[in-house]
């Protein structure tokens, strides 16, 4: 049973645009979600994160947006830039923040 | 540099044999973690350990084993009961707060594949 759903596989964006990754989760019990960035054979790094308290949360040319009611969130970049190619996943946590929860991952290709 | 080390970066199994990836961290983290990660199917949790000598299962714990009998250490084992051992496993480490939001260190993962 798939938690957290990215349900795009993958995207394409021209260099100067913005770029809209999603991400739903079914679990109301997630209160913190958090996106990585990862590039092939490495790990991922973090990228930026969200409370369920806040809907919006920004750091430069990243954005996170959080919808509750929607169970929704979304990863803004402006301006995506070619060296932001790479997989996004989305992850959630509940109370105790034992486990995190990833999602499937989108890959993100921005062309020059 | 503080950070999580993963050895060795690529590992062949002959079928039936057991092989263990270490993981290592010098993070002073509490916490850490052991990923598999396939085409398609994200990050799957295999076994998490929030303290030296105690650890948990996660979604897809079958087949494998793990040990924490250092705080820096968190080696997995790949048994032979496990049957679709070939994927890229990584090994996460977080500290433990009053909050417990810090978010994850990853290594740069073991792609394992079977002779």
């Known amino acids: 049973d798939q938690q957290v759903k990215q349900n795009s596989p993958s995207l394409s964006v021209q260099e100067g645009r913005i770029s809209i990754l999603n991400c739903d989760y079914t679990?109301?019990?997630?209160?913190?979600f958090l996106w990585y960035k990862k590039y092939p054979a490495e790990g991922p790094t973090f990228l930026i994160s969200i409370s369920s308290i806040k809907d919006k949360n920004e750091d430069g040319r990243f954005t996170v947006f959080l919808n509750k009611s929607a169970k929704h969130l979304s990863l803004h970049i402006v301006p995506s830039q070619p060296g932001d190619s790479a997989v996004y996943f989305c992850a959630a946590l509940s109370g105790g923040y034992q486990k995190v929860t990833f999602g499937t991952g989108t890959k993100l290709q921005v062309i020059p | 540099d503080g950070g999580i080390t993963q050895s060795p970066k690529y590992l062949f199994r002959k079928e039936g044999q057991n092989v263990t990836l270490s993981c290592e961290q010098n993070?002073?983290?509490?916490?850490m973690y052991w990923y598999r990660q396939d085409p398609g199917q994200g990050l799957r949790l295999i076994y998490y350990?929030?303290?030296?000598?105690?650890?948990q299962k996660g979604d897809i714990a079958e087949g494998y084993s793990v040990s924490r009998e250092k705080k820096e250490s968190f080696p997995l084992t790949v048994t032979s009961a496990q049957k679709n051992p070939t994927a890229f496993y990584l090994c996460?480490?977080?500290?433990?707060?009053?909050?417990?939001?810090?978010?994850?260190?990853f290594g740069d993962g073991t792609r394992l594949s079977i002779l």
């Open positions: 993070l002073n983290h509490d916490a």
């Open positions: 679990n109301s019990m997630f209160d913190y």
């Open positions: 996460a480490s977080r500290r433990k707060t009053a909050y417990s939001n810090q978010p994850q260190h």
């Open positions: 350990s929030q303290i030296v000598n105690d650890f």
